[in-house]
């Protein structure tokens, strides 16, 4: 199937920074890709819609100034946590919808985020 | 809110089918059964889709009942490396339509 890929896979960073989370769809391009956040043994919330060229759109109760997202080509959109909280740790995840094939969206490899 | 019902949990011994099944009562006429898995501490993994008929590919067989309202994912012969979450998922095959997901089934494969 298509790949997609995350960088970081795991990142620790202080309370009060920002980290950046890439995610690239590989062999395809992508005009949409979406964010998940997960916690531990729970399952996947989505936290935006990733749209290239134009804003994102956030599900409710997403604070969209504390995470940014920009989808600036057809293979990479990046999420921003800003000024991080140790409540942000949490395990990330972006997809892409795959349009060439069977239109199936496939999912990247997981960022963990840690905040200390 | 997820539009799937699936049990909590399964065990099934090395070898053997595992057959997850999944309700979704109220799916509407476009949209396809997507399953999913994800192992510990990675992203989901595709498995299979299907409309109405039934599908296989390397990994897994789905089952989709004439009315639509439930389907079955079998994986024909289990192994330990099969013990995941397998999240059932009705969705629009084209779009800006996300996934939704909802807690999954907990497999265990038991040697």
């Avoid at chain 2, 296989?56 to 994912?73: F, G, H, V």
Wanted: aromatic share 10%; glycine share 6%.
């Amino acid at each position: 199937g298509a790949v997609v890929s995350q960088h970081p896979s795991w990142v620790i960073c202080k309370s009060g920074t920002s980290v950046k989370i890439e995610c690239r769809s590989l062999d395809f391009q992508a005009t949409t890709m979406f964010w998940y956040r997960q916690f531990p043994k729970k399952s996947l919330m989505l936290m935006a819609t990733s749209n290239e060229g134009s804003k994102a759109t956030y599900e409710q109760g997403v604070e969209k100034d504390k995470f940014l997202i920009n989808h600036a080509s057809l293979t990479l959109s990046t999420l921003t946590v800003t000024s991080a909280h140790p409540e942000d740790s949490s395990f990330y995840i972006c997809s892409a919808r795959e349009r060439t094939g069977g239109n199936t969206i496939y999912f990247g490899e997981g960022s963990w985020l840690t905040v200390v | 809110d997820a539009k799937t019902t699936q049990p909590t949990s399964m065990d099934c011994a090395e070898g053997r089918a595992a057959n997850l099944p999944c309700n979704h009562s109220t799916i509407s006429g476009n949209e396809y059964v997507y399953w999913y898995r994800q192992i510990h501490s990675q992203g989901p993994q595709y498995i299979i889709h299907g409309l109405k008929n039934n599908e296989t590919n390397e990994m897994a067989s789905l089952i989709i009942t004439e009315d639509r309202k439930s389907s079955t994912l079998i994986l024909p012969h289990a192994t330990l490396r099969d013990t995941a979450v397998y999240y059932c998922i009705v969705s629009p095959n084209s779009g800006n339509t996300p996934l939704v997901f909802g807690k999954g089934t907990r497999l265990s494969v038991i040697a």
